[in-house]
């Protein structure tokens, strides 16, 4: 059974900074591109940063130049570094990855919230 378990969410101030982290676990052949998503309250959820196997990495405007995506991929862990936080960051944070087994699938986390008060 194939899991995703993110941690490090919690409470921040405006202009402060959390970590998140995202690990992979279960019986699986490969990961191949990894990412992160948030959902605030009424809204639907939006892509915050991606990162391919190779290193690659693509972000939502809204977000560019103050978090950072990475990955671990001896642990099997993707990271998000977020700096700078704003008010408007207050969601809920899920990881997904894109897991080979006998084919590709998509596997999310549970999520973890993120709130930043100002």
């Known amino acids: 059974q194939v899991q995703l378990v993110e941690s490090g969410g919690g409470l921040a101030q405006a202009g402060g900074s959390l970590r998140l982290s995202c690990v992979a676990s279960g019986s699986f052949f490969s990961i191949g591109a990894m990412g992160w998503y948030r959902q605030a309250p009424g809204k639907q959820r939006e892509l915050v940063a991606t990162i391919t196997s190779g290193g690659s990495t693509n972000y939502a405007d809204s977000v560019k130049g103050r978090f950072t995506i990475s990955r671990d991929n001896a642990k099997n862990t993707v990271y998000l570094q977020m700096n700078s936080l704003k008010p408007e960051d207050t969601a809920v944070y899920y990881c997904?990855?894109?897991?080979?087994?006998?084919?590709?699938?998509?596997?999310w986390g549970q999520g973890t919230q993120v709130t930043v008060s100002s």
């Open positions: 997904n990855a894109a897991m080979y087994i006998s084919r590709w699938f998509v596997y």
